[in-house]
């Protein structure tokens, strides 16, 4: 481009334009989509550790999912029905901690390393029961009556 008739300058000027056009929507583009990612992947994390809230037709709520059966699919069981004793030792240890220790004990009696394991599972039970109050405080008095 020869820039000896006035020409070469009116020729870069809306490819420069355009580019730099280009480059903000790209960049535009990319933040939105990252924000939308990063958005669904904290709303999918949330509804992990949430304790599970049914609600009716009407759209009144129905029942909050059983203390047992939030700390197996907080441990990573779709479904409660795979590790029932897991869920009674969770549903004991709501009731009263300290006589579910033994219990938690038999439960790991035949493992190589059954006082570590007792204390991940006492350390997740405590974890478990403070998400499980915390999110739905104001249905506190439904989680009381599983006790």
């Not at 535009?28 to 599970?52: C, F, G, T, W």
């Amino acid at each position: 481009v020869s820039a000896e008739n006035g020409h070469g300058k009116s020729i870069r000027t809306p490819v420069v334009a355009a580019s730099f056009i280009g480059v903000v929507v790209a960049a535009a583009a990319a933040a939105a989509y990252n924000q939308r990612k990063s958005k669904a992947v904290k709303e999918d994390h949330q509804s992990m550790i949430v304790p599970l809230l049914v609600r009716t037709e009407s759209g009144r709520v129905g029942n909050l999912e059983r203390f047992s059966h939030y700390v197996a699919r907080q441990l990573g069981f779709e479904d409660a029905n795979e590790c029932p004793k897991l869920c009674k030792l969770a549903h004991n240890y709501l009731k009263n901690p300290k006589e579910c220790e033994i219990k938690m004990f038999e439960y790991f009696g035949n493992e190589a390393e059954a006082g570590n394991l007792y204390v991940k599972l006492m350390e997740e039970f405590e974890r478990c029961i403070l998400c499980y109050f915390a999110f739905h405080w104001s249905r506190a008095s439904d989680m009381i009556t599983q006790v």
